[in-house]
Antibody, heavy 119, light 107 residues
Framework: QVQLQESGPGLVKPSQTLSLTCTVS??????????WTWMRQHPGKGLEWIGY???????YYNPSLKSRVTISVDTSKNQFSLKLNSVTAADTAVYYC???????????WGQGTLVTVSS | DVQMTQSPSTLSASVGDRVTITCRAN??????LAWYQQRPGKAPKLLIY???NLESGVPSRFSGTGSGTEFTLTISSLQPDDFATYYC?????????FGQGTKLEIK
């Protein structure tokens, strides 16, 4: 059974960098069939797609966040990571990592982690 | 970006009711649509992919139809566990986008 688990600070100061890691267990992040995604959900709101990474390191970022986002992968640790820089209160959200099937839907989700941007 | 619009935003229903949620895209997305269920404080859970394909382990009371720009999720007989928020997501174009959600409440 594949499991994903987000980890990282729950509180980030404005203008600093939000850093989260997703650890994948029960399956290999190096599978050719999946790509690994970050999404977020603002409090009480809908879901926003941040971007994805393939095990080769190939990435796609949502243009709305592209200038501030970096997603990386560490296949040796079966992890992938999100960095979002220059954060503001508008970046306060629950951040989810997910495994996307090559067709384009998310079949496994992490439990989510709340990141609050506040001084 | 492809805009996904769900209706209604909130739906009140009773156990045993048949309910339908609609998702519309502002451009054609073929059948590249998924439906997710999200319970409070939990991550979304995949229900339907490619518009009408039931994910393994999902009860058969859930069904999806549609193609092009209009899609529906139907729950044939509501169970207590089904009161949650439902999201559609298109995966025809990057960036993938979600609908705003439909909250299914107990009447």
């Amino acid at each position: 059974q594949v499991q994903l688990q987000e980890s990282g600070p729950g509180l980030v100061k404005p203008s600093q960098t939000l850093s989260l890691t997703c650890t994948v267990s029960g399956g290999s992040i190096s599978s050719v069939d999946y790509f690994w995604t970050w999404m977020r959900q603002h409090p009480g709101k809908g879901l926003e797609w941040i971007g994805y990474i393939y095990y080769t390191g190939s990435t796609y970022y949502n243009p709305s966040l592209k200038s501030r986002v970096t997603i990386s992968v560490d296949t040796s640790k079966n992890q992938f990571s999100l960095k979002l820089n220059s954060v503001t209160a508008a970046d306060t959200a629950v951040y989810y990592c997910g495994r996307y099937n090559s067709s384009g839907y998310c079949d496994y989700w992490g439990q989510g982690t709340l990141v609050t941007v506040s001084s | 970006d492809v805009q996904m619009t769900q209706s209604p935003s909130t739906l009140s229903a009773s156990v045993g009711d048949r309910v339908t949620i609609t998702c519309r895209a502002n451009q054609t997305i073929s059948s590249w649509l998924a439906w997710y269920q999200q319970r409070p404080g939990k991550a979304p859970k995949l229900l339907i992919y490619k518009a009408s394909n039931l994910e393994s382990g999902v009860p058969s009371r859930f069904s999806g139809t549609g193609s092009g720009t209009e899609f529906t999720l139907t729950i044939s007989s509501l169970q207590p566990d089904d009161f949650a928020t439902y999201y559609c997501q298109q995966y025809n174009n990057y960036p993938y986008t979600f609908g705003q959600g439909t909250k299914l409440e107990i009447k």
